[in-house]
């Protein structure tokens, strides 16, 4: 089974700019995470998105947004991008039934100049 | 609020020995730990999880340690080898009832592991 694929693995903005980062979640899963990963910081929940609704949100401005398709690929958007913004986006896919693992993507390096 | 603290912070051990992180959190509605092991440039991949209702949990040359009155957990890794040489993080998450997944993970900070011939 191939894993949890995100594009673009690279990416540089500038402030002001957006951005929509891509996830494609392992075959069969139907719930996708988004998380922010900075060295001051650390790893943060950023939402889950399971059958196309958000049923999780962290405590991040309403800049940060998503978005999930019917066939489970799950977009994020950055709005008005900020230096801070500069981060590792890291994808997660689980599926239902009985299952709780979350397998991450190699996740997509936003640089914000 | 950091609800998971996460220590050491970094972490040199030699080839063979023995590597423990360990974890606190304070939600107690909490009841999925997992740990995530993560390479450069790379991202956390699932090393091995645990329920509350068992004290342990063993795989392979990994094991969880899992105290529920004192709100901690642990990793062991044994026989540590270079290659483990990664930084590990301890997640912690409430299972959905309804669609048994556990979503919104909040992590520790990080130990970084350095194993040494």
């Known amino acids: 089974k191939a894993g949890v694929t995100q594009t673009p693995r690279y990416l540089i903005k500038t402030r002001g700019q957006q951005v929509t980062l891509s996830c494609s979640p392992i075959?069969?899963?139907?719930?996708v995470s988004w998380y922010q990963q900075t060295p001051g910081q650390g790893l943060q929940f950023l939402f889950e998105?399971?059958?196309?609704?958000?049923?999780n949100k962290g405590n991040f401005p309403g800049r940060f947004s998503g978005r999930q398709f019917s066939n489970s690929r799950s977009e994020m958007n950055v709005s008005t991008l900020e230096l801070g913004d500069s981060a590792l986006y890291l994808c997660?896919?689980?599926?239902?039934?009985?299952?709780?693992?979350?397998?991450f993507g190699p996740g997509t390096r936003l640089t914000v100049t | 609020q950091q609800q998971v603290k996460q220590s050491p912070q970094s972490l040199i051990v030699q080839k063979g020995g023995i590597s423990i992180i360990n974890c606190a959190y304070e939600?107690?509605?909490?009841?999925?730990f997992p740990w995530y092991q993560q390479f450069p440039g790379k991202g956390p991949a699932l090393l091995i999880a645990?329920?509350?209702?068992?004290s342990e949990k063993k795989e392979g040359r990994f094991t969880i340690s899992f105290n529920k009155s004192a709100k901690q957990f642990s990793l062991h890794i044994m026989d540590s080898q270079p290659g483990d040489s990664a930084t590990y993080f301890c997640?912690?998450?409430?299972?959905?009832?309804?669609?048994?997944?556990?979503?919104?993970?909040?992590f520790g900070t990080g130990t970084r592991l350095q194993v040494t011939l």
């Open positions: 645990i329920r509350p209702d068992v």
């Open positions: 075959s069969g899963h139907r719930s």
């Open positions: 997660a896919s689980s599926s239902q039934g009985g299952l709780v693992e979350q397998y």
């Open positions: 998105y399971f059958s196309e609704t958000q049923r």
């Open positions: 939600n107690t509605a909490f009841d999925y």
């Open positions: 997640a912690a998450s409430m299972v959905s009832g309804s669609t048994g997944t556990a979503s919104k993970l909040t």
